[in-house]
């Protein structure tokens, strides 16, 4: 499922415009990154959690050469889904 998928799934199971589903969308995105960038965790209970890690720097190598190369350390979003989110996936996989 793409945005624009969600858009249109968010609008009819809300009944509301596809606009305002897309604004809507926006707004938790944004939301969701100003809290992450300010170091903060977005907890949506049943959902799930969505945080930052830290990776630190590390040498690894191009695959192409084998030459070693430098990477730099970096912050990382992480999702940790939740219970209700994991045996919803769980119960409605295809065998």
């Known amino acids: 499922m793409n945005k624009a998928e969600l858009i249109e799934a968010i609008a009819k199971k809300a009944d509301i415009s596809k606009v305002k589903a897309g604004e809507a969308i926006d707004a ?30 590390r040498v690894g190598r191009n695959p192409k050469t084998g030459k070693e190369i430098k990477i730099a350390a970096t912050v990382t979003p992480k999702f940790k889904p939740g219970k209700s989110l994991k045996e919803a996936v769980a119960s409605g996989k295809k065998k």
């Open 28 to 57: 938790f995105v944004d939301s969701v990154t100003a809290a992450l960038k300010s170091g903060d965790t977005v907890t949506l209970v049943g959902f799930g959690s969505f945080s930052t890690a830290a990776r630190a720097a």
